[in-house]
């Protein structure tokens, strides 16, 4: 079997996602990407999360052919394909209906920078991104999800590992990360974002994002070449 | 004993409803059909989800009248049962008080289709059942309870898997299903989208449903013919 | 040791509120009584839940003299004391500081009966106690306190098991019951009406209770001589 | 290896955290003092709880030295260490991101006494301390963290036990206690208030603080030489 740590790694981050209370049901994906060999791996579709094991875990290339795995792929597997292709950064993508973030994607709410919490995992604001029109829905809607992700980021000039994270109007979040659980991480991170500004907003409606002097302290506390915090080992 | 299995999936069905979240206390019930037999099952009344046996299971015909089963009915037998004599295509009913999905019913607000986590389960804006009169709740309270749900769902001309959940007036929400395990995971995802609903309408007071082309894709994506979500074998 | 199978049902009872969420440290107590010996027992004052045993509960006699225990009893044993001397049908109190109903209490609303899940264990509005003033503080709280929720439940003509709740203005819900598992039962319930409530509100600002027929009807079904659910033994 | 029961304490302190609903990922830390020797644990920067041992515990004394332990202190070492120095009745200090504390920080909004829940933990309105200046962070961001809450508290004329929590604007709460579980209690009782608040707020928003002999009474049975509330051993 290939690549086994790192479908060890992806079943590991997908089973996080219960403990972590992000999905119900099955309504949640981590994928994870091996970039020396271009092959990645996706939880299967609509399986349970108690019951996924590694070897569960569907193998699939930049063609977006899968190469090894029995069981279908994740219905969001083209929506990862592309963000794998034009993000070459990236090493892990979670998407769940986590309960905030998916309140500010229904809303059409952005997400600006309220405190420390989402500095010290986003840079600045985290985007919507635009609805797919009747005809990309029609012709290949993961796919277009996936091309309207990066389209976003590029028009707002964010790197992906800056700003892991994007909010799909009408859906639902998407975040990226260094490997699979660092992906997960960044939507646990959101999800308590989400749900800090929607209190926040109910005791202060005009209230303002952080200045900038404390979001880039904190940011890069966490980031970057200068990052103090933890032990070092990323 | 009659029908073991079905006892079994009822019992199951019913005992997942503590760990789901969706009730406190003893309220919450779920039952399921054999259609072959024209027999069904139900929780008893006021029992504990974590004593509960598939011995327990009432088994009851379609005429109501108890068939199997030493212990009383749920108080709402007569719900469930005009349920499944009107609505043919269902095999199983839950009914709870679960948080978000009571608010709404109390508030006597319909849950309009906010985004794809609720099109993934409902097609379209879940309806608000009306107050029963006087006269019927004094005659048959609980006949009643299912006579309106019926009227209101044939309406608003929706079947009752494409919209398997109303929210009753006053009162709470009921979900169908193909069988007692899938009413639960509708009213897991009911509960779900109206919290999403009601976080969403306070970032958006006024907030717009999503467009048809994305429900529909969305609900077509595991319903119907040309389903593609999962493993194939629901 | 005095009332074993008494002390057994309080202590289970005090444990039984850090599993239903109403509690957090140690901000609840719950007592019960034996009515044949006027004998009552309540929670120690400031003991961990989780370790409780039945010889910790402190007996009590219905003068307030401690009978048997090597404990401090609660701090608001005085207010216990009092609804037992007055409230004759009870054989239960809690009393928590759980986070929805003291919502309530902190603003000083009182909660009508916004639907059928209220009706099932409170029949009509749970009133709002008066503040006590600076005298009646400083002379004997815990006593006053008792003194204004009789008082409020009388001025009201409501029978404490018809209505098992009350909400202290600036403080905290009190709840009665059969037993001390009952009176837990329905601060289980009023938490959870309270909760709703605050929802159904945010949906829906001009709500109305629900109408006279149903709240009747739903208590009937669960209360008196009439009752008709669960299994017949109360 | 020195002071193995302080080790003992702050671990068991940090591992609380989880548990208490109060951190996600590894946002907080919890140190002790042991004032005999000068000597302070805390917690070390970006471990998990779950792996946490006594040992890994990080010494330092109150130059900020590090006198003993492998790993790398807290990223908010050089705030802790400035509230010691500054706060000599001081014997442990929580730092979390607790969801509800976190929105009123963010807010901006002090938190009024709005209940006796509050009263029993704060003697009064719960402060916002002032952002720091971008020469401040520039500087040296978390001792002048440590420098704008003893300012704040100094300012209002507080005693820290008194007045156990300040909320720091656009970023968290610090809360103190006698040592170092008591400091997570107090982040307990901060978040459970902060919860309370937003509810109370929503369902009145022109209430008032508590009038001040219920304060006052509330907080003088579990503090100071009348406190009746417990077994009589702090």
């Known amino acids: ?58 193998l699939v290339d930049l063609e977006g052919e899968v190469v090894e795995g029995t069981l279908r792929p994740s219905s969001d597997t083209k929506t990862h394909l592309h963000l794998y292709r034009e993000f070459a950064e990236i090493g892990g993508i979670t998407h769940t209906h986590s309960l905030h973030a998916t309140m500010f994607s229904q809303a059409g709410r952005e997400l600006p920078c309220y405190g420390t919490t989402h500095a010290d995992h986003f840079h600045g604001t985290v985007p919507v991104v635009r609805a797919l029109t009747p005809k990309e829905v029609e012709s290949d809607y993961e796919h277009y999800t996936g091309v309207a992700i990066v389209e976003r980021l590029r028009e707002l000039k964010l790197s992906p590992l800056e700003m892991p994270a994007v909010l799909q109007l009408h859906h639902a979040p998407f975040t990226f990360g260094k490997h699979a659980m660092d992906s997960v991480n960044n939507s646990i991170a959101l999800e308590m974002c989400a749900s800090m500004a929607l209190g926040s907003l109910t005791l202060n409606a005009g209230m303002q994002p952080i200045p900038a002097h404390i979001l880039q302290k904190h940011h890069l506390r966490k980031h970057g070449p200068n990052a103090y915090y933890g032990q070092g080992k990323h």
């Not at 690549?3 to 992806?10: H, S």
């Not at 981050?13 to 049901?25: D, F, I, Q, T």
Request: proline share 7%; with cysteine; hydrophobic share 40%.
């Open 1 to 58: 079997m290939l690549l086994p740590e790192l479908r060890e790694q992806i079943c590991e981050a997908n089973k996080a996602l219960v403990p972590s209370g992000l999905v119900r049901l099955t309504w949640g994906n981590v994928s994870g990407i091996d970039r020396a060999s271009g092959l990645w791996g996706i939880k299967p579709s609509g399986v349970d999360y108690a019951e996924l094991t590694p070897e569960d875990i569907v």
